[in-house]
């Protein structure tokens, strides 16, 4: 808190010094300093009487404390009797009165009487002064608009509420404070004392507005004194609606490109440089009206052109001003080929067509045939005429000067002439499949009719025929056994084409692993023990047939025979497994003979 330097009072015996003024906000606590000596040095409290008074406001000194011996005394009944504390601060010949929650009624003197035992008394004064900070200033501007030909009228209220001491307010204009001028600025300020005793401030600012006020802000400052400085608050800053007369009429025309093309959406705006609430607007077209300050228009065509007027008429005063402007709408009309549609030309001869469109703007023409631009301008030439000639031609009609504004049209140009087929250097196929596919493309007008035979006349009746852009084509699938030859045979009326399908049936051998030497090996071992086996069986096959025969099981030719009968010593029969290469199974006798082959017994 700053504080006034200390004023210095008359020596006497006892000097007492004190600050002219103290500062505080309300609510807060003051102290307030007395420092006291004397010509003997007497600086202890305890060899005086310190006596602490406040003056009313009628003069009269009220006693509140009393300090004698170290003994103190807080006067009763005082405003101040339960607020105030005195205390030493330690330094010697000083002592502090804290005065606590400082109301405004404590904006008073205060006086420090200091008496010594000995040698006189001394007295000092300070001045409690009170602060309280307001509450945020506020504005309001009027709702309605002014007119620049009304009087002098109220532009709004500016209020700042409970402040102590008492607030000011400023009016501003775009940042420069607005003063009294006689019938062009008056401003009034009302003061106002609440039950709190803190203050309030109320300001009206009536003013002789001009048509540079409607882009203008107003704005009040509020300045407040706070202990030490004075700060300042701005309120928020507000416009008001300035009517003014017109002096000028504006009308634009919006297209979404630069110009205007069939089909495009086209907005009429209708303004002036006035502002009032009597102002009546109208855009119209050959005295027709279509709407007011704006009229759109979509899909535009030609008969959109025209003069369009903007008119703006004041109510109050009937003064009417008027502007117009033209707009054109740019046409491009469908394209014309001539001759039209299809056409036939006659195999080298010559052609030549035509083809425009009617435009408000200058075109560019360009002639295409399967995308690719064949000539430029607006006719289409064509010389010693082939089958390469045949076909649809595009014309495409573009207008440079708007992008994307083009039409287009087509001719479909037939080549009269005898059949052309176009696979003349395929002659031979070769292929591992049992049914091949064949296309045969034949170029002629009128359209070739196609066939397709084989070498010994047959006519292969499956295949398929569809007309091209140039002639016909035609596919037919073949089943192939063999080798064999095709033909595809076309004609018309103005003669025929052939071509020879040549095709090689390709059989594809399967291919057998060469197993290893080791697989040969495993192999042989496999087969030499398969052979043994069969001849184990064998054997065990013919014991059996013997071993029935023996038991007259089993009938010869000659009928049935005692096999139990002892017959020569040929009877008992071995069967020997000979163990070459052939195996070979003899029957041999009991003494080891050989047995010739007609004795000897199948089994």
């Known amino acids: 808190m700053a504080l006034d330097p200390p004023r210095v009072r008359a020596r006497a015996a006892v000097e007492v010094t004190m600050k002219d003024k103290v500062e505080a906000f309300l609510g807060d606590a003051a102290q307030i300093s007395c420092m006291f000596t004397s010509d003997d040095g007497i600086g202890s409290s305890g060899a005086i009487i310190i006596e602490w008074f406040y003056v009313e406001s009628s003069g009269y000194s009220q006693k509140i404390y009393h300090l004698e011996s170290l003994h103190h005394t807080v006067e009763k009944n005082t405003p101040y009797t339960d607020r105030l504390t005195v205390n030493n601060t330690g330094t010697p010949g000083e002592v502090v009165l804290t005065i606590r929650d400082v109301q405004l009624s404590d904006q008073v003197e205060f006086i420090c009487h200091v008496k010594s035992l000995t040698d006189g008394t001394g007295e000092g004064r300070t001045q409690l002064t009170v602060f309280k900070t307001p509450e945020f200033p506020t504005i309001e501007g009027v709702k309605k608009g002014i007119s620049v030909s ?15 001491p008492r607030p000011s307010l400023t009016w501003y204009r775009d940042n420069m404070p607005l003063r009294n001028i006689p019938d062009v600025v008056d401003i009034v300020h009302t003061f106002t004392t609440e039950s709190s005793g803190l203050c309030s401030v109320n300001s009206v ?6 048509k540079e006020d409607k882009n203008a802000t107003f704005y009040c400052e509020a300045k407040y004194l706070v202990p030490g400085t004075a700060k300042m608050t701005e309120t928020e800053h507000i416009n008001i609606t300035v009517y003014y007369p017109a002096t000028a009429v504006h009308m634009s025309v919006d297209s979404p490109k630069g110009k205007i093309r069939e089909g495009d959406t086209v907005e009429l705006h209708c303004s002036c440089d006035g502002n009032g609430p009597s102002q009546e607007f109208t855009i119209k ?35 009417d001003l008027s502007t117009n402007t033209t707009v054109f709408v740019n046409y ?22 035509s083809c425009n469109a009617l435009s408000s703007l200058h075109t560019d023409t360009t002639w295409l045939k ?26 495409v009609v573009t207008v440079p000067e708007i992008p994307g504004m083009q039409t287009n049209g087509s001719l479909q140009v037939n080549v009269q002439g005898p059949p052309e087929i176009i696979e003349k250097d395929f002659n031979e196929k070769e292929t591992a499949e049992k049914d091949v596919e064949l296309s045969c493309h034949v170029r ?30 035609s596919v037919v699938k073949v089943k192939v056994t063999s080798d064999m030859t095709v033909f595809c045979n076309s004609s018309n009326d103005f003669g025929t084409d052939s071509v020879t399908y040549n095709i090689k049936a390709r059989i594809i051998k399967a291919e057998i692993a060469k197993p290893s030497e080791k697989g040969k090996q495993g192999s042989n071992g496999v087969i030499i023990a398969v052979i043994i086996i069969c001849i184990l069986l064998l054997a065990i096959l013919g014991s059996v047939l013997y071993f029935l025969y023996k038991k007259g099981k089993i009938c010869n030719r000659s009928g049935k025979q005692d096999f139990t009968k002892e017959k020569s010593s040929k009877d008992k029969i071995m069967v020997e497994m000979k163990k070459d290469n052939t195996e070979e199974a003899i029957l041999l006798g009991v003494n080891g003979e050989k047995q010739l082959p007609s004795e000897q017994v199948n089994i």
């Open 150 to 164: 009304d009087p002098p009228s109220k532009i709004g209220t500016c209020e700042v509420k409970n402040g102590y």
């Open 205 to 210: 600012l009536t003013m002789k507005v001009k």
């Open 285 to 319: 077209k050959d005295s027709q009206k279509l709407g007011e300050t704006t009229v759109v228009l979509e899909k535009v065509t030609r008969l959109n052109s025209g003069v369009y007027e903007c008119n703006v008429m004041d109510l109050d005063t009937f003064e």
């Open 332 to 353: 491009l009309d469908e394209a014309v080929i001539e001759p039209k549609g299809t056409v036939l030309v006659v195999q080298k001869k010559e052609f030549t067509a």
């Open 370 to 395: 399967n995308g690719k631009e064949v000539s430029k301008g607006h006719h289409l030439s064509l010389k010693d005429v082939t089958y390469d000639h045949a076909g649809t031609y595009i014309c």
């Open 444 to 473: 002629g007008y009128p359209s070739p009719k196609i066939t397709w035979t084989t070498s010994d006349g047959k006519v292969i009746s499956s295949a398929s025929q569809t007309k091209t852009e140039v002639g016909a084509k």
